[in-house]
């Protein structure tokens, strides 16, 4: 296996050696290298040995001597992996994915299951896409902390759930990562009927056996759009379910502290505000691990809020609309009632998600699509906040291709994107907004 090299940085080690784009790495330390994993573990050392093809076919040998963790200097062929993203095999019958709508942005119909991204940017995997070989290269490559969907740890339910024969062997692949020294955070997705209930405290209870290498574990809700015509009769959960999962979570926390000292598996925030509970203290969330899953989002955002509120002087008098999502809507509203002593007046607008289905409750699912027809008769001012997430990563389209400016124009309205994981920036943002203003 050798990996295309298509640029190298000027005064680098890879260019002291004369290595130039079009040379290919075939291999170090006599190791083969299948992707940015073996590359980023075989060259932190001082001293490596490193093999590879000029552009005209000529090996070349290079023993290299540098310091601990400094990078060679060369990039690769399908960027930073080194190897094309891994697809998803799984058919799981919550699978969001399969329930996108034509016309949304082309990344959304991608289905990646790769470990990979799991190590490098807390990706979510199912293990079952991982055949033998490459698990053993997991182990090898210590690899770790992963981000493993679970979902239950009952074999036969779990391959219901995934469409998949390797899914049921969960359990057994996470006492080998244990067994290994790996650490990893796990989820479940809920789906009513399937793997709630006797099942749901059976993969508390065998998750919570792995601790510490299973460090945490998040239970949410399953999502469900509109557009689920010829898949399976999934239902959402209830208000009455989300009110029975959170009591059974607070009673497994208990027992996990009393085991560990940590709550270990916790409710997504989403599962709170569906059940009409309060959501708990900030400290229960302890370090915030599962924050990608929505748990304790809010409660970290308000914190954060707060806290840089309180350095603040007055603002102007102003009034602001915001748009955020149904489940957060409530929440929103009394935190930026903490706004008035400032100055500041925002009216929150709860946007209904029309386009993929009114069980969407989420901010970062809102299209441009549902915020002009709810909004551009009903806002107080002329300025929009919205969380940055309904955008694109580094981008300015929303979900259903809309660009922002497109979506300003329509409304008539200046539309400023926010911090929507982080309190403290959104006070700034906020105040420097008012001073332009």
């Known amino acids: 296996m050798n990996h295309l090299i298509v640029s190298v940085d000027p005064g680098s080690i890879g260019e002291e050696l004369g290595i ?218 209830s208000p009455q379910e989300a009110a029975a999962v959170v009591e059974q979570i607070v009673r497994w926390q208990q027992i996990a502290c009393a085991r560990t000292g940590s709550g270990f598996v916790f409710a997504s925030d989403e599962l709170y505000i569906l059940a009409g509970k309060e959501l708990p203290p900030a400290e229960t969330y302890e370090d915030y691990l599962q924050i990608e899953n929505g748990v304790g989002l809010l409660r970290k955002f308000e914190s954060e809020f707060l806290c840089a509120l309180s350095e603040q002087g007055m603002a102007r008098n102003i009034v602001l609309d915001s748009a955020t999502g149904m489940s957060a809507a409530t929440f929103m509203r009394r935190l930026f009632e903490k706004l008035k002593p400032y100055g500041i007046e925002i009216e929150t607008h709860a946007v209904t998600n029309h386009y993929f289905g009114e069980h969407v409750t989420v901010s970062g699912l809102i299209t441009a699509t549902d915020l002009a027809e709810q909004l551009i008769n009903a806002m107080k001012s002329d300025i929009l906040l919205i969380p940055r997430t309904m955008l694109k990563e580094n981008d300015t389209v929303f979900l259903d291709g809309t660009d922002l400016k497109d979506l300003s124009r329509r409304m008539g309205k200046r539309i400023v994107p926010m911090s929507a994981d982080d309190g403290e920036a959104f006070v700034k943002e906020l105040f420097e907004l008012c001073k332009e203003v």
């Open 20 to 237: 130039t784009k079009g040379c290919h790495l075939l291999s170090i330390d006599g190791e083969e290298i299948h992707d940015i994993i073996d590359y980023e573990q075989l060259t932190t050392g001082e001293s490596i040995s490193m093999c590879f093809a000029e552009p005209d076919g000529t090996i070349v040998e290079a023993e290299i001597d540098k310091e601990l963790y400094e990078p060679l200097g060369l990039t690769f062929q399908h960027g930073g992996l080194m190897s094309p993203i891994r697809s998803c095999k799984n058919h799981c019958i919550f699978c969001f994915i399969d329930q996108m709508p034509k016309g949304v942005r082309s990344s959304l119909h991608v289905k990646d299951d790769d470990w990979r991204l799991s190590l490098i940017m807390g990706n979510y995997v199912t293990l079952t896409n991982v055949d033998d070989g490459e698990f053993e290269r997991m182990l090898k490559r210590h690899a770790g902390p992963l981000y493993i969907s679970v979902h239950a740890t009952d074999g036969a339910v779990r391959e219901r759930m995934m469409n998949n024969p390797s899914a049921g062997r969960i359990m057994e692949r996470l006492v080998r990562l244990k067994e290994a020294g790996l650490t990893f955070h796990t989820q479940v997705v809920l789906c009513p009927g399937i793997n709630d209930g006797a099942i749901l405290d059976r993969t508390i209870s065998d998750l919570l056996d792995l601790y510490p290498a299973a460090g945490t574990l998040a239970v949410v809700p399953v999502g469900l759009t509109k557009f689920r015509d010829r898949l399976y009769p999934l239902v959402g959960v």
